[in-house]
């Protein structure tokens, strides 16, 4: 087999994995709510402080692989990640499954810094969009199983049980990644890793993360919320400022000058932070004003991933040829009307116009993705694409937390306030009302999101210069 395709696959499989987990612990959350008596509030970190440690430090690992080579840093991210499994497996309690989520996210970060970037070296410029729309392919796959096996799974075992499934895979690949990846003699660069750079990028984004979920509850003027975001403000001044002084900083700010680079990666948080505010939202009004079992929320839950499964593809071959901004403007449309139309659900809206809607939002991020993957990598050098694959990966898990934090606080203000202060653990068939209340809130707030990134979008131009270190 070609080397490029050897890589290919392994990156492919590595996505599949990590989007699978993702996705069986989204359609169980409603589960291990119940099942472990805490409220909304406190599982919404069993997916936030996932998100959280990924964008913390993919930057970093991004640029240690431009260092040390991609194939040492994708490698420990196998084995850090199938320990963070093993301890979420084992786990027992909401403590300790958030910490082994940690852990998780951890070797997650390792993975998504490194995987476009392999992709790009291995493949020649011709066909980047292709293999990269291929990736959203794989992740496709992973996302429409996730729910599916997910759904299953719930119906006859423990929650815990979701978590077993990475350990023989992550094994597996870890053992692959052995053979498929061969660091390149003489890669290592003689540049140094910026140590103060990467603790002021995890400080101020870790600030940003606790800061956005924790002020609704605190208040953002209060001594603890507005703490945290004046420290997420300060961490953030040192780190432009650091990265202006640094002879090798973590992030080259020049990178950031350029339309074609920094434009999507502002339209990727966007359409993310708009399309989690879906996925977080949809299982608990699937379990609790649909009544649908685990298998059936599953099923359903798996629609829009089989748009990205068919289309990512298609997309990806036709920005090779067309270029990114007619794709990525369409599709973030897509996914902002798919949003509006998901405000006007009702507790009597059939299982069709689910399906519709949900095959809207899926056809959107399908349509943007690949492109806009593509548009990032394509406008850096081959030196500098490990940083720009953690800065694409960092735009898109702040969009995710974003999305997810958003979502959380306006429905948990909404139907706290609707009923005097109970919350979503004790939710009875009454309150349903309540609930669509503040869900139309949730997505008409993924609508502004959306609008916002289609703004970004039509901002692309035709500037297709890349970047080049002065």
Not at 122 to 132: C, I, K, T, V
Not at 286 to 305: D, R, W
Not at 344 to 353: A, C, D, H, I, N
Request: charged share 10%; aromatic share 12%.
């Amino acid at each position: 087999m070609d080397k490029k395709w050897q890589v290919f696959f392994l990156v492919a499989f590595s996505l599949f994995m990590s989007t699978l987990d993702s996705s069986i612990v989204n359609v169980a959350l409603p589960f291990i709510m119940t099942d472990l008596s805490q409220t909304m509030g406190t599982i919404q970190w069993v997916v936030t402080v996932y998100l959280l440690f990924v964008s913390s430090f993919l930057l970093t690992f991004g640029r240690l692989s431009d260092i040390i080579g991609r194939p040492r840093v994708y490698r420990l991210g196998f084995a850090v990640f199938t320990l963070g499994s093993f301890l979420c497996a084992i786990s027992g309690t909401a403590a300790g499954l958030i910490l082994s989520r940690a852990v998780q996210g951890m070797g997650a970060s390792m993975l998504m810094a490194c995987s476009p970037a392999l992709i790009v070296d291995a493949f020649e410029p011709a066909n980047r969009g292709r293999a990269l729309g291929l990736m959203g392919t794989c992740v496709a796959a992973g996302l429409t199983l996730g729910p599916v096996a997910g759904g299953f799974i719930l119906e006859y075992f423990a929650w815990l049980t979701i978590f077993y499934i990475n350990i023989p895979v992550g094994l597996v690949a870890l053992v692959w990644s052995r053979w498929a990846l061969k660091p390149k003699r003489g890669h290592s660069s003689h540049e140094s890793m910026d140590i103060y750079g990467s603790l002021f990028m995890a400080i101020w984004v870790a600030s940003f993360i606790i800061g956005l979920i924790r002020s609704p509850d605190w208040g953002f003027f209060s001594f603890k919320g507005g703490g945290c975001w004046a420290i997420g403000i300060m961490a953030f001044i040192g780190f432009v400022v650091h990265a202006q002084r640094a002879v090798h900083p973590l992030l080259d700010l020049g990178l950031l000058r350029v339309r074609r680079f920094s434009l999507p990666l502002g339209a990727a948080l966007f359409l993310f932070a708009a399309l989690f505010s879906l996925v977080f939202m949809m299982p608990f009004y699937l379990s609790l004003i649909c009544g649908f079992s685990p298998a059936k929320t599953g099923l359903i839950m798996i629609v829009p991933f089989i748009f990205l499964l068919v289309i990512s593809p298609v997309s990806g071959g036709l920005a090779d040829r067309l270029g990114s901004m007619l794709l990525c403007s369409a599709g973030m449309g897509c996914l902002a009307i798919a949003l509006a139309f998901m405000a006007t659900l009702s507790p009597s809206t059939g299982e069709f116009g689910l399906f519709w809607r949900l095959s809207l939002a899926g056809m959107g991020t399908a349509l943007f993705v690949s492109p806009n993957s593509a548009a990032i990598m394509g406008a850096v050098p081959a030196e500098h694409r490990g940083i720009a694959a953690g800065t694409m990966a960092t735009a898109r898990n702040l969009g995710m937390v974003v999305g997810v934090a958003l979502a959380s606080s306006i429905f948990t203000r909404t139907f706290t306030g609707l009923t005097q202060g109970v919350g979503l653990d004790h939710y009875t068939p009454g309150m349903a009302p309540f609930f669509m209340t503040g869900f139309r809130y949730a997505m008409a707030a993924g609508v502004s999101l959306a609008l916002l990134g289609f703004g970004l979008t039509l901002a692309y131009g035709n500037d297709l210069r890349s970047w080049k270190k002065p």
